[in-house]
Every structure is written in C-alpha cells, then in structure tokens.
C-alpha cells in the first residue's frame, strides 16, 4: 500500500516554500562558488605543476658582472654539480606607452615558451611578448612596439615559463603585469638590439635535482658559497625563491586553503540555521506529529518523512550548484586567474575531492544535524506532541522583569529571551556577512588611498641606481650611496632591505642626526619595532650578518628601508657591494644611459596596488554581492523562524484586538533592533578581524601593505546592511499579516 504521508510532501513544500527557497538559495550559492573555484584552481595547479618537467623550468640564476668565457663556465659546472645555460635579457623603456619590457633571445633548451597565438619570432624586427601584457596595452598579432630606437613587430602572443608571475624583481611586494613585460625574440634580433641595458643571466639545472625545498634551500647556500670565488656575483635567485616563478603556484595552492576555510565556516553558519529550521518544523508540526504517533506511525516512518523535505531541497540545490560550479563559475575563476597570472594553457579537470568538500561533505552535515534534531524531538511521547509540550525543561518558570519596566518593553525582551538561540545565530551571521560585505567593500578605497600615499611620500620623482659613479649637472640632482641586505624574521617573508647612505643637508631625506640610524614607517609598522630595538640583517650572498640598533624612524610608507649619513654608511657598510645613487626632480638626460642599472619612479612604488586592483576588482564584485545576498538570507530565515514560533502569540493579541500594525511593533520591531544592532555593532569587528588577517596574510610576503579604512566605508557597509534588512522586515510584515485569529485555537491543551 502506497504510504499516504508521500500525498503532504507537495503541500508541505507549498507552504514553506519560502524558507525552502532560501535554503536551496543559500546552498546553491555556497556550492557553486566553491566548486568553481576548486575545479579551476585544481586544472590550473595541475597544468602549473606540469609545466616545470615540459617547459624544462630551471632550478636557479645567477647572474654575472660580466660575460663569462667558456672556461670559466666549465669550471663552475665541475665544482657545483650543474649545468649553465646563457639565459641573457636586455631591458628597455618602450616608447610607445609607459613600461619596462625584457627580452630574451631564443629559448631551446631551458625555461621553454608556452605558444599561445600567433607565431614565435623569425625575423630581427619580430618580437613575441607576454599574454597579459599584450592584453594590458591593447597588443596583438602585427601590432608594433617602439623601444631601444627600434620598432618591433609582435609576431605571436606567449607565456614564458619562468614569468608564471610577472615580478621585476623577485624582492618585490607585487608583480606588475601593466607597467612590466615580458619577451623573446629570435638570436639575431636580440643581438641587433643594443647592449645598455644586458644582463648576464646564467640559468641552471642541478646534475641530481633536490627532492624538497629544505634540500634546495641547503644546496643553493653551497652552491654560492663555491661560485663566490670564482667569478663577480651580481645577482643569484634558485627556483624555490624566484617569485616569477613560485608565487603563482603558492598563492592558488594559499588560495585553496582559505577557501577551504570560507566554506566550512558559511556552512557551520547554515547548521545553525538548519537545526532551528527543523526545531521550527517540529514545533509547527507537534499537533500533526502526536496524532500520526498516536494512529500507529513509527518513529522511524516519521523521521524519514520529515527528511524528505530538506534531503530534496538540498539535493536539488547541489545539482544546481554543481553544474554552475563547473560551467560558468568555473570559468569565471579561471578567468580571475588568468587575469592575474602569465600561465600556460589547461584543460578542466573532474576534482573528487572539490566533489565530497563543496557538496557531500555539507550535504552530510545537513543530514546530520536534521536527524539528530528530529530523534531528539521524535523520542518525545505522543501525547506531548499533541499537548505542543516539546521542551525537556522541568522548570518553565518564566525569568522575572521588573515591573517597573513598561509592558511593551517587558514584552519585546520576553520576545528575545524565548528566540535566543536564533538571535544568537542571526548575530554570528551577520557578523561573517559583515566581513565578507567589507572586504569586497574596501579593498579598492584601501589600494587607492595606498596608491596616493605612497605618491605623497616618494623620496624623490627620480631615482637613478648606477653601475659606476656618474655626475650631473641637474640642478636637483643629489648623489647618494645605497645597498641591500636581507632580512630573515621567523614567521615573516625573507626580504631585501634597502640601505640608503643620504648625502649633508640633503633635500630629499630630511636626517635629524647624519650619524643616526633610522628606519621607514613601513619596516616599523611591519615588524611592529620601537625606538631602541635592535634588528638583525644578513649578507646576500655571505655569511655575515648586522646588529642594528634603531635610533628612530623616517616617515617612508612605500618600502622597508634604512637611512644613515654617507660617512656612516661607510663605517657600517664599508664590506657590502654599494652602488651610487642619484635623486633627482626631473628625468636626467646628462648621465650616460649604459651606467644606470635601475630606476625607480613612482610606476615602481605604485605597482603593488595597480595589480591588486587589476587582477582582484571582479572578485571583490562577488564578496560584495554574496555579501548581500547572504544578509538577507540569514535574516530572513531566522526572522521568518521567529515569526512562525510566535504565530500562536500573534494570533491570540489579534483576537484580543491588536491591530497588524501594532503587533508588527511587537515582533518586527524586537527583530528589527536584534537584526540592526547585530549589523552596526560587528561592521567594527569585522574591520578589527580583516584588519588582523591581512596583517597575518602579509607577514608571507615581502614590503609592506597598510590596511587603512574610510570610515565613510564604514558607514556605506552599515546602510547596505539595513537596506537589506528593509527587504526582510517587508516580507516579514506580510508574513504576520497571514497569520489567521484560528491559529490561537490549534492549541487544545
């Protein structure tokens, strides 16, 4: 006989399909984002992964003052147990738009190029540049490109294995794929370009690779220590330190984790929300369940009813989360990272593990939860049922207010005291959708008002780093001294730290004392240092390390870096490779262009922030969006739940004559001051939290990134909470409007 209780299951969707809707809303979103995300960035890593055994991507470079003749080359290779290969660059400003492009000569045995359009170059005018790049400056197939006083074609567009990230230099906080390039050309057009600006890049191949980064670590520290002797050392980054190559596949892996991370916590926020759910269900049912035990019905039969409902709902949700996640979610992923990243291409791969994490994982947890809360219940006697008697309470002395309280007052807390579990959860949901609100709120106010501080803060408009010293006639130019040591602090990045050696009286670094030793804001805020503390810095390619005392600090926020008089900087630094410097208002034009070795601008100090909101604007769009919408799900639910527990309350003040609009200033209004409380009082949390975890996140990079908000911000995060609720209390409104008088009635205690 076919079971009768299969004829409810329609009218019981009907009749709650709005909380089943904004469940199946709640859990298509969470579904879909996080599938999508996993599966692309499990193709992508895979694909990443890859790369290094079939482009042949190097174990390290090192790289040379000057050309190294064969010889010279053998004998390294016989002492270090590695094979060379020249892997030389020449560098230019291109003249058509603001940017550095480096360009490699052909490319057939080591760090090979990913082809992705178009053609690899043949002739001397062809050039075949970065993907991204290309689509930052409008670049394709026959587009021409002015550098080094000649104009290149691009013959195709390519992804170079070794520049999966496009940092300039593997010290930097951020890569920058719009103001810096990438290239190759053919063997005869990079010897027709001019030498000013090459450099001796010897790339290498371990004879018995490491099976680890601790190995390689250890192995890179022996191999410099026998190179050091044999030739002038300017440059030496191994693989497993080389951010062109690294951050990439670090960060989707970081990435993943933090994902992880977001998943699981939205998804203890949706428990929540489901045991009430079901503990709502079971109260709104009690008369319906105490009957049907009575008539006969196993505890086991009804459990299993009461299941089909959400296992459905759930279900449904998950195919439809699923297959968002894997077709246009997917993509939209994958295109933030290509966005963001130089990486070859990839195919979609099916992710088992992004399957049972996204889907079954929370599909079980929902299960869990609602069996238990139903066995819970269901274990109770029919007769309770019927009675509505479902707390396990023996005591159900209500807690006493003071009298003096007046009755409405008295009312509403009541109100609170008997839903306080849903407050409780409709707090800790408005917090998590306070900080996902936030941060796609902020990041892009935060990266501008970065952008503009560190323009107001600049040394100088120009600075010129010099092969050999030089001289001009500049009126603002101002000589310096400069080095770089590195910094190793347990729990932070290995960085390079600038140390500047700042002329008498000079017009761009403003020193009290020309024999103390001060540090920038940004190493102070970073490393959270004090006046009298003492730092420790290390030789790059050495083993001795320096014991700095800090006598104070220089208002300096875009980079970590020390500051000293010359004469000073000459008694401390005297064993350190120094190299001269140049300050200057304007562009010189009098220093000969073959001894600068670098420059920095403000397109320099600025890439940070350019990048971020470049390759994360989108993203942020989605945390906006799911932040919204995630406020108003919770809300609602809970709200609704509440509404629905109370409907025998609301029923008997309307028989007693309350007007809809009273008994809205009752219940609404006691939600309404739970719900915008919850909303203005975690927006300051949420920034606290964000705040701390950026601190946190930024310890794994080198520089340093302020977080700073408007409290305009804030404010704007607050309005679009309450407007979201607005949307709530609407519905809830008329929800209490079809409540009838004969729901008073259903109770025949």
């Keep these: 006989m076919r079971n009768p209780l299969l004829k409810r299951i329609p009218r019981e969707f009907k009749s709650e399909l709005g909380k089943q809707l904004a469940i199946f809303l709640f859990f298509v979103l969470i579904i879909s984002a996080s599938s999508g995300f996993f599966v692309a960035d499990n193709s992508l890593i895979t694909a990443y992964d890859e790369s290094f055994e079939k482009y042949n991507i190097e174990d390290g470079n090192l790289e040379l003052a000057d050309r190294a003749d064969g010889e010279l080359l053998k004998n390294i290779e016989q002492e270090a147990g590695i094979k060379l290969y020249e892997n030389f660059y020449k560098q230019e400003e291109t003249e058509s738009f603001e940017s550095k492009l480096r360009i490699y000569g052909e490319r057939k045995e080591i760090d090979l190029v990913c082809l992705m359009e178009g053609e690899l170059p043949a002739a001397e005018n062809e050039i075949a540049i970065d993907r991204l790049y290309a689509k930052n400056h409008d670049l394709k197939q026959g587009s021409r490109i002015q550098l080094a006083e000649k104009e290149l074609t691009v013959s195709g567009i390519v992804a170079l294995s070794d520049y999966s990230a496009l940092f300039e230099n593997p010290t930097d906080l951020m890569f920058d794929n719009d103001k810096f390039g990438v290239g190759v050309m053919s063997r005869e057009g990079f010897e027709a370009l001019r030498d000013n600006h090459i450099h001796y890049i010897y790339s290498w191949k371990y004879d018995q690779k490491p099976e680890d980064n601790k190995q390689a670590k250890d192995m890179a520290e022996e191999l410099i220590k026998k190179i050091a002797p044999m030739a002038q050392l300017t440059g030496f980054i191994p693989e497993y330190s080389n951010q062109a190559i690294i951050f990439t596949g670090n960060d989707m892996s970081g990435d993943q984790s933090s994902m992880t991370v977001f998943l699981y916590i939205t998804v203890v926020i949706l428990a929540f929300i489901f045991a009430i759910t079901t503990d709502s269900t079971i109260t709104s049912e009690a008369g319906v369940i105490g009957t049907l035990r009575a008539s006969g019905y196993t505890r086991g039969e009804l459990l299993r009813h ?9 279900v449904l949700a998950s195919a439809v989360g699923n297959a968002l996640g894997y077709t246009l979610l997917e993509q939209f992923m994958a295109d933030n990272y290509y966005n963001s990243y130089s990486l070859p ?15 079954v994982v929370p599909l079980g947890i929902m299960l869990v939860i609602n069996v238990i809360t139903l066995m819970s ?12 008697d479902l707390s396990r309470r023996k005591k159900k002395k209500a807690f006493r207010l003071n009298t003096k309280l007046p009755i409405m007052v008295r009312f509403r807390l009541r109100i609170i005291f008997q839903n306080l579990p849903n407050y409780i959860t409709l707090i800790v949901g408005s917090l998590l959708a306070n900080a996902i609100l936030l941060f796609g709120m902020v990041f892009s106010p935060m990266l501008d008002n970065y952008q503009e501080t560190v323009k107001d803060n600049m040394l100088a408009p120009h600075i010129y780093i010099l092969k050999s010293e030089a001289e001009s006639s500049d009126p603002t130019a101002e000589n310096g001294l400069m080095t770089s040591l590195t910094s190793k602090v347990e729990g932070y990045a290995e960085e390079d730290i ?26 102070k805020e970073k490393y959270s240092l004090s006046e009298g503390d003492t730092i420790t810095l290390y030789q790059k ?4 390390k320096y014991e700095l005392k800090i006598d104070g600090f220089y208002d300096y926020p875009a980079a970590l870096a020390v500051f000293c008089g010359q004469d000073k900087f000459n008694e401390l630094f005297a064993e350190e490779d120094s190299c001269s410097i140049i300050f200057s208002e304007s562009k010189l034009t009098d220093v000969d262009d073959r001894l600068i070795a670098a420059t920095i601008s403000e ?9 971020l909101i470049r390759s994360m604007g989108s993203l942020m769009t989605i945390f906006l969006v799911f932040g ?7 809300i609602f639910l809970l709200a609704k739940i509440i509404i629905e527990r109370n409907a025998q309350s609301i029923s008997m003040t309307k028989i007693l004559g309350y007007t809809n609009g009273e008994i809205n200033g009752l219940y609404i209004h006691t939600t309404t ?6 909303i203005i009082f975690t927006i300051p949390l949420a920034n606290f939290v964000i705040g701390k975890l950026i601190a946190i996140v930024f310890r794994s990079y080198p520089g340093y990134f302020e977080y700073s908000v408007s409290p305009f911000t804030l404010i704007e995060a607050g309005l679009i909470g309450i407007a979201a609720y607005a949307l709530t209390a609407i519905l809830l409104i008329r929800k209490v409007k079809r409540i009838h008088l004969a729901e008073a009635l259903k109770n025949v205690e």
Aim: hydrophobic fraction near 45%.
């Design 628 to 634: 919204i919408i995630m406020f108003v799900l919770v």
């Design 673 to 678: 001051i739970v719900a915008l409380s919850s």
């Design 306 to 314: 009461y299941l089909i409902v959400p296992v459905l709902t759930l």
């Design 498 to 523: 600038s140390i500047y050696g700042i002329s008498e009286g000079s017009r761009y670094v403003h020193l009290s004392d020309s024999d103390s030793l001060v540090l920038s804001s940004a190493y």
């Design 377 to 388: 219940k269901l274990r109770l006697s029919p007769l309770r049922f019927l009675r509505r």
């Design 345 to 359: 291409t990839y195919n979609v791969l099916f992710n088992a593990k992004a399957l049972i994490m996204t889907t």
């Design 541 to 544: 390619y050495g083993d001795k």
């Design 603 to 611: 397109a320099d100090l600025t890439k940070t922030s350019r990048q």
